[in-house]
């Protein structure tokens, strides 16, 4: 007996803030100022492109990260978290810096010190929050951005910004998320999880170009088309994701000096493999390949949507999770698995997502073909005796806002 699929519960936006509202409530003894929310991410595509100056096509996820909060008056920074009962948070605003608080408090304590940075200070005082969340912790589905979005969002209402009204406050918040997690929760992670929770539209995908921040709403509309994205969040172990994404950084880094060029993204793609000929064949040639193909894919992909074409992106997804595995070699036997069989059982096409070693893959596929596909993907690893994946499904929802 292998059992029935797990499916992440569909989460009921308005009933859960509800909840988190009532635990906040519960916790402090008076009700919250307000009830915030950021959403998860899945990458369509663009992988490791990011801080190679590339493209990249994130979709925000209907589950999100929930933040009942206040302001306080002893600046201090105090919170709970449901997935952290045992870690309560209270730390002195002044208190806050590299790696202090360490471990989740990080994220939120980081949004706020920096909120306080950009903002001048004085006008972000303490805060009291209660966190509650949907997003898959640890799954490549990026709960660390949900989290520290949520925060921002919450903390730079109550301080009285109204910068989430518009595109230019929303990218500031981005870049205040940003240099929270990389300073305070000190993880280097270059901006695509943030401004998927904070800039995606509903029924689209964000386009973002790292070399000049620029971005535009793509349509990626699933059940028009009778379609949906599938999620399979393979709940493998990634031991040593964090050294191997480091050093496929600086591979980059060093294949870009030998190229004389700034980001990998500047190398023309045709012809790619003349350009290539200057690089050492077995380590720096696969890597700068995958880089420069996948920009391509990205672009071919937008192509697509944009012309209505959204059920030919397939192949597209299929030639990147080969790149991923082959030339960038940052997959893992669960994700190939899991791809594989998506594609055999009617998928129009599948790949890994996120960094790799671990995490998540997504499959294009027949709305009338997910129960079929997530069993047999399902039993495929109980057969190889692997921990059971997990599902859902991704619709492009709202980015981040206040719920109540
Ligand atoms: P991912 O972003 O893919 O889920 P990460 O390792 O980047 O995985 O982030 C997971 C970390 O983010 C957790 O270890 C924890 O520190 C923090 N985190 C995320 N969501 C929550 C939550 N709801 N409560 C407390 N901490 C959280
Ligand atoms: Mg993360």
Redesign the pocket.
């Known amino acids: 007996m292998t059992g029935a699929p797990y499916w992440y519960p569909v989460p009921d936006v308005d009933a859960r803030a509800a909840q988190v509202a009532d635990s906040f409530e519960q916790v402090h003894s008076a009700p919250a100022a307000g009830v915030w929310a950021a959403p998860g991410r899945v990458n369509l595509i663009g992988e490791h492109t990011d801080y190679n100056g590339g493209l990249c096509l994130p979709i925000a996820l209907p589950h999100s990260?929930f933040v009942a909060a206040s302001s306080n008056s002893s600046n201090e920074l105090v919170a709970h978290?449901v997935?952290?009962p045992d870690e309560p948070l209270r730390i002195a605003l002044n208190d806050i810096g590299p790696g202090r608080p360490a471990?989740?408090g990080g994220?939120v304590a980081g949004a706020v010190a920096m909120l306080r940075a950009a903002s001048d200070g004085p006008r972000v005082a303490g805060l009291t929050a209660v966190?509650?969340?949907d997003?898959p912790?640890?799954?490549?589905?990026?709960?660390?951005?949900?989290?520290s979005c949520s925060m921002v969002l919450a903390a730079a209402e109550l301080a009285g910004l109204n910068w989430a009204d518009d595109d230019a406050g929303r990218a500031r918040l981005v870049q205040v998320s940003v240099r929270g997690e990389n300073e305070i929760a000190q993880?280097p992670s270059g901006g695509l999880d943030q401004a998927a929770a904070l800039q995606c539209e509903p029924g689209h995908a964000l386009l973002l170009d790292c070399a000049d921040h620029s971005l535009a709403q793509v349509p990626f509309d699933v059940r028009v088309h009778g379609l949906a994205l599938l999620v399979i969040d393979t709940r493998a172990e990634h031991t040593h994701s964090g050294n191997e994404y480091a050093a496929r950084r600086a591979a980059c880094e060093e294949a870009a000096r030998e190229l004389r060029v700034t980001f990998l993204r500047e190398v023309a793609d045709d012809p790619l493999e003349q350009t290539l000929a200057a690089l050492d064949e077995r380590e720096l040639r696969p890597l700068v390949r995958h880089v420069v193909s996948e920009i391509a894919r990205v672009q071919q992909v937008c192509e697509l949507l944009d012309a209505g074409r959204l059920p030919e992106i397939g192949p597209l997804m299929d030639a990147s999770h080969v790149s991923l595995r082959d030339d960038y070699r940052v997959s893992a036997p669960q994700l190939d698995v899991a791809v594989e069989v998506a594609r055999t059982t009617g998928a129009l096409g599948a790949r890994m997502t996120g960094g790799g070693f671990g995490?998540s893959a997504i499959a294009l596929l027949p709305l009338d073909a997910v129960d079929a596909v997530s069993e047999a993907v399902h039993e495929a690893f109980a057969r190889r005796h692997w921990t059971s994946p997990a599902f859902l499904l991704a619709e492009p929802s709202p980015s981040g806002r206040r719920i109540r």
């Open positions: 990260t978290s997935q952290r471990g989740w994220y966190v509650d969340s997003v912790v640890g799954a490549g589905l990026s709960s660390s951005a949900a989290l993880v995490g």
